[in-house]
């Protein structure tokens, strides 16, 4: 089976060569030496190596003879593929330096340094196995197919030269898309040269997870910090990515002041409130609200106002709840869509609500309407184009709990609503005749609550 011919070639040696997986397999189960060299002291994993026959290369450093699994430990460690890898030629080359050698064979070179090759064992003319240019297009080939190990390996050993914090290596593997590498990459300290082109790519190509990966190791700014995620958000914006938008507000909250770095007092920060907004989901718009606090902005700053009138207008009355409720409204203060108060539209919603609308929908009307009768003053008489005031909207929608809260804040406010609409009608003749009692004990329930909050307010 080791017989040998006149260059000193063992069958091995021959098949292995032609890459004859099959055949090498037959005979290393046959018991064939590996270890066994040529005339010019080269073994069968040198030339295959050589010659870019992958699969042969990682049978012969991964195979365990098993006719062997019964010898001691030590006979086993001669032949291990750990042995096989460093043997060196008459020339003092690896089988590292001959598969350097060949073109196109990068990925038997990083399984010769996933199996601890020695990357800087030289010949015995003082030649590298891997010298700089081919080091670098190793390592880009590395990175590009994610093989962690060679291009840790790589990096390492190039520590001290240009080549180890060269920033092509880490843009190509985020152009590569590889976001465990660039992880690795960014926590061996490279740098990316030009930070808002790439952001800018990425948001484009909708590559989330890069962009997590990016902004968690500081990218864009010391996480934490005032001015972090700014320039992430100003192109999410500015390309209407909603989706990188939304990654960028599921990040820690504790970490990422994303309402600073939105700059809210700007245009650019409304534009981006706004954008989510109309755009975003009820879930986007409660997490920008509640978990990044932008409800407390809703008193003092005119544009959180608009997000609200922004809603309203485009009835996205989930939206609307989210916005106004946990008293959020209460700082808004009144709130007008094209000159009508909130109420009035939303109770004009719920009557044009046609038969086809979920139960749901005019359910969250109809809560709306109730939690913004607290908060109402004066303008709870305004009239629509009609004449119509909310307690005719509310009797023709029969929304008895909102004709009883319509009554009592009437009363508290010393407003008239017993007047007639553009046809004429008061708000009770706005309701059928088999409803005029339901409509007359909201009325008196009204009075009822009035008069129990006027005597709590006495005794105060």
């Known amino acids: 089976m080791d017989q040998r011919d006149a260059e000193g070639l063992t069958p091995l040696h021959v098949r292995a060569k032609k890459g004859a997986w099959a055949v090498v397999q037959l005979y290393l189960l046959m018991g064939a030496d590996k270890m066994a060299r040529d005339i010019h002291g080269r073994t069968a994993l040198h030339l295959v190596a050589g010659n870019g026959h992958l699969n042969v290369v990682e049978m012969l450093l991964s195979y365990d003879i098993r006719l062997r699994a019964e010898q001691s430990e030590s006979v086993r460690h001669e032949t291990s593929g750990g042995k096989l890898v460093g043997v060196q030629d008459i020339q003092g080359r690896t089988a590292l330096h001959l598969a350097a050698d060949l073109d196109s064979n990068e990925e038997v070179v990083c399984l010769l340094l996933e199996n601890d090759a020695e990357i800087a064992k030289r010949d015995f003319q003082g030649r590298d196995a891997l010298p700089d240019l081919t080091a670098k297009s190793i390592l880009m080939w590395g990175v590009q197919h994610g093989h962690h190990k060679s291009v840790d390996r790589l990096l390492n050993h190039f520590k001290l030269t240009g080549l180890a914090t060269d920033p092509a290596i ?94 809210i007092d700007t245009a650019e920060g409304w534009r981006a409130v706004s954008f989510i907004v109309d755009k975003g989901t009820e879930e986007d718009v409660d997490v920008l609200w509640r978990r990044h606090g932008l409800s407390r902005f809703a008193g003092t700053n005119s544009m959180i106002k608009e997000t609200l009138v922004l809603a309203a207008e485009k009835k996205s009355w989930s939206k609307v709840w989210t916005l106004i409720r946990d008293d959020a409204i209460e700082r808004f203060g009144i709130v007008r ?96 005749e088999k409803d005029m009692r339901e409509y007359d004990q909201a009325v008196r329930r009204g009075i009822k609550a009035h008069k129990q909050w006027n005597t709590t307010y006495l005794v105060i």
């Not at 948001?203 to 500081?218: F, P, S, V, W, Y």
């Open 170 to 263: 880490l843009e190509w593997a985020v152009g590569c898309n590889q976001v465990r590498m660039v992880n690795s990459l960014l926590r061996a300290g490279m740098s990316l040269p030009d930070i808002p082109g790439v952001l800018e790519r990425l948001i484009k190509a909708d590559q989330l997870e890069m962009i997590r990966t990016l902004l968690n190791n500081g990218v864009d700014g010391i996480v934490g910090s005032s001015n972090c995620g700014q320039r992430t958000l100003r192109i999410a914006v500015c390309n209407e990515s909603l989706d990188a938008l939304r990654m960028v507000l599921s990040l820690d909250s504790h970490k990422w002041n994303v309402l600073e770095s939105l700059s």
């Open 337 to 432: 869509i094209n000159e009508q108060t909130l109420l009035l539209l939303v109770l004009h919603e719920f009557l044009g609500s046609s038969s086809n609308s979920t139960d749901a929908h005019k359910l969250q009307l109809a809560r709306i309407g109730e939690y913004l009768l607290p908060y109402m003053g004066r303008e709870i008489g305004e009239t629509d184009g009609e004449g119509k005031t909310v307690l005719h909207l509310a009797a023709e929608a029969q929304l008895w709990e909102i004709v009883v809260g319509i009554v009592s804040c009437a009363l508290k406010m010393d407003v008239d609503l017993e007047i007639k609409d553009s046809e004429g009608r008061v708000p009770r003749e706005m309701v059928e």
